[in-house]
């Protein structure tokens, strides 16, 4: 195994610690104990089935959220509405969830996901075909289907959809036969979003379509030039990103909620963005981004209970984690690295202008 | 070369030290009241342990969290043992929080917020040798272990409105409130409505409800403020404001006009809004943290039961404008707020 293979690693692991380090200390200037932080972190999300079980699902949402950006980004495109898309996953796949009881758990569950999927794929459509016959640019475009969304699920889940007989506003419970479970201590959401990481991987690395994608994200011009119909490849691109945010969506509603509820699926397609640069664009590197981000969040109860620690110290540890891989130019100079090192940096987006 | 480094990377954690040190010295002047620590060992039969989990949200939220965090704390203290806190972060994580303090063998625990009732009462169901204490959270059925602290919002409000019945020069009086969807308040709605027309025949009540969904129907203060512009432009001169920040950003914008009231919500608005107090008269109030201390009472004496447990609600202090209210304006009200805590004046809203 040559070492090369593994350069790409260096810049988030070393972003990572550098994080871990000053997280530690910030836990210690606020008088708890760095040590009893990392042993909660330890039992909460590492220590046995459950908690192992418990950072799977945390992670699951983050890896369909991290490679629905990951594949706009590879197109050029960012698709800031993984949060919406995710949204519209998750409440319609939890609405074909309860709603159509009585069917046979290998068609019901199959269905569910498939109906966020397709649903999650349609706002992140629409900002494609935009984006590709008008020009519209999708950043403004998905941010304001976002606030639509959120707005539409709100008024869905109290309204038209909401579980009778109580006043919270969400979805009935989803039956049994959508539902998605944990095999041996496994939630399956999370084998579901190993195998999609690989054939996002696949597609993107071994694939005409993965090529064509990455040329048009690399210079839309030269892809025009050479024959690749750029419009057509912004609205697949797009889809696709949208179908992703949507299945995380509908996974998170059939195997973590259990219905929907307003406030239940916040940030997740934010996350999105920070697992994307985290993995520096890279679906390989998505899966252990997500558990990282993932086992942080599953131990934020036991952090406060069992050393202390408030758990905005997560969102700390995340922050510089970003901040130092988002801008490898100071970690290099923190850490004295050779630049050889961090030469693959990702450009992230392209201008508003090209 | 390498010593720079090492020094730059120190003086980064050095400042990041110094802020996180300056961030917890003002939330600690904020909590004062209230220590987190438990006494010992919780699994020990003579140390008595509190756990209270957050809404999403802080316990230094100036609301619901912060008023049962101080019930909590004052309360283990009052009979000799220690409270601690979990806020919660994501609320798929209701459960998992209430567990933590379960696992940790705690005698109480107390639940902040409506959303996290269905999480207390399967726990509670689950672990009989634990009190749970439910702030907000209406009991339909009763579980022997889990009280719902809940209050009467409608006599709240009532009580605000029979003020703002004899303060109003103008014969109008507003309300601007989050969403009709949460029960509680459209008792508030109601009841000050109610309370307006028991003291001034002649009153017009304009009242609004926010539209949105609930995760911006209280944490809008733009509208709160657009609409109590609207109620002042239609010559409202007192003013309720319920609803979280959209309710806050409604006593905001009333306290920019000469001569205006306003009314506070939940708890004595004085202290958390600075920002009102030239129009501030009172506020509504939901005495959650004496009704957090008194159930924790219950519980270490043995005598709590499960269902609900009427929480008080009153007035809060007039503070600056006791001197501004008429005696008579006084009178009558220590009348209505004693007949109308006693339920001997009907508020009129079910």
């Known amino acids: 195994m040559n070492l090369d293979r593994l350069r790409p690693a260096i810049l988030p692991v070393a972003a990572v610690v550098v994080a871990l380090t000053i997280g530690a200390v910030i836990v210690a200037v606020d008088g ?126 109290g309204g038209p959809w909401m579980e009778p007989g ?63 119909s750029v419009g057509a490849v912004t609205v697949a691109a797009m889809t696709l990103s949208g179908a992703l945010a949507g299945l995380g969506g509908a996974v998170e509603s059939l195997g973590v909620v259990g219905r929907f509820e307003p406030g239940f699926n916040a940030g997740l397609g934010f996350d ?54 988002a801008a490898p130019l100071l970690l290099r100079w923190l850490l004295r690295m050779p630049p050889s090192l961090s030469t693959a940096e990702v450009q992230f987006t392209r201008g508003w202008g090209s | 070369m390498r010593r720079t480094g090492v020094a730059a990377a120190g003086l980064l954690v050095l400042l990041l030290g110094v802020t996180s040190c300056g961030g917890d010295d003002a939330s600690s002047a904020d909590k004062s009241t209230a220590v987190k620590g438990f006494s010992g060992d919780c699994a020990k039969k003579e140390v008595f342990c509190v756990g209270l989990v957050t809404d999403v949200g802080k316990v230094d939220d100036k609301s619901f969290n912060q008023s049962s965090w ?51 009462a399967t726990a509670a169901t689950a672990n009989p040798g634990i009190h749970f204490i439910g702030v907000d959270a209406f009991q339909a059925t009763t579980i022997a272990n889990l009280s719902g602290l809940v209050f009467y919002e409608d006599r709240a409000g009532f009580m605000a409105g029979a003020l703002a019945g004899l303060l109003t020069k103008t014969n109008v009086v507003a309300a601007v409130l989050g969403t009709d969807k949460v029960p509680p308040v459209v008792a508030f709605g109601k ?26 129907a209280f944490n809008d203060p733009t509208w709160g403020a657009q609409t109590a512009k609207q109620a002042l432009d239609n010559t409202a001169d007192v003013v309720f404001g319920a609803g979280g920040n959209t309710g806050n950003g409604a006593l905001l914008e009333v306290a920019k006009k000469a001569g205006a009231y306003c009314v506070g919500v ?85």
């Open chain 2, 191 to 216: 009841g000050w409505e109610n309370g307006a027309k028991y003291t001034n025949s002649k009153v017009k009540v304009l009242t609004t409800y926010h539209p949105g969904g609930l995760d911006v």
């Open chain 1, 32 to 157: 708890s104990s760095p040590l009893g932080a990392a042993t909660a972190i330890w039992v909460a999300a590492f220590s046995g089935p459950d908690a192992i079980g418990a950072t799977l699902e945390k992670a699951t949402p983050l890896v369909f959220a991290g490679l629905a950006v990951i594949v706009g980004v590879k197109a050029g495109l960012f698709n800031i509405g993984a949060q919406g898309q995710l949204l519209v996953g998750a409440i319609t796949s939890a609405y074909a969830g309860y709603r159509f009881a009585g069917l046979s758990p290998l068609v019901h569950l199959p269905l569910c996901l498939l109906i966020g999927v397709v649903f999650g794929a349609l706002p992140a459509w629409l900002a494609g075909v935009l984006r590709a016959k008008r020009g519209v640019h999708e950043v403004i475009v998905t941010i304001m289907l976002n606030t639509i969304i959120f707005n539409l699920t709100d008024w869905l889940a």
């Open chain 2, 266 to 350: 939940d708890l004595d608005q004085w202290e958390t809004m600075p920002g009102a107090h030239a129009c501030l008269v009172t506020s509504a109030e939901k005495r959650i943290k004496d009704g957090v201390v008194l159930l924790i009472s219950q519980v270490h004496n043995g005598t709590a039961k499960g269902g609900n447990f009427r929480g008080e609600v009153g007035l809060a202090s007039y503070h600056d404008f006791d001197a501004k209210i008429p005696a008579e304006v006084k009178t009558k009200m220590d009348v209505i707020v004693r007949d109308v805590g006693s339920g001997k004046i009907p508020t009129g809203v079910n």
């Open chain 1, 272 to 325: 999105g963005i920070t697992i994307a640069l985290l993995a520096r664009v890279s679906p390989r590197a998505v899966v252990p981004a997500a558990l990282f981000i993932g086992a942080l969040r599953a131990s934020s109860s036991e952090l406060q209970a069992g050393a202390h620690v408030a758990p905005a110290i997560v969102d700390v540890v995340l922050g510089v984690a970003l901040l130092l891989v």
């Open chain 2, 70 to 120: 101080e019930g909590a704390a004052a309360g283990a203290k009052a009979v000799g043992g220690g409270a601690e806190y979990i806020e919660t972060v994501d609320p798929k994580d209701y459960a998992k929080n209430i567990q933590s303090f379960v696992d940790r063998k705690v005698d109480v625990v107390v639940t902040v917020g409506f959303a996290l009732a269905d999480a207390a």
């Open chain 1, 166 to 228: 109580q006043v919270i506003s969400r979805t009935p419970p989803i039956v049994g036969s959508a539902r998605m479970g944990r095999v041996a201590g496994l939630p399956t959401g999370f084998v579901l979003a190993m195998l999609v990481t690989v054939a996002v991987w696949f597609m993107l690395e071994h694939t005409t379509f993965g090529f064509r994608l990455a040329t048009v994200g690399a210079n839309r011009h030269a892809a025009h030039y050479a024959g690749i």
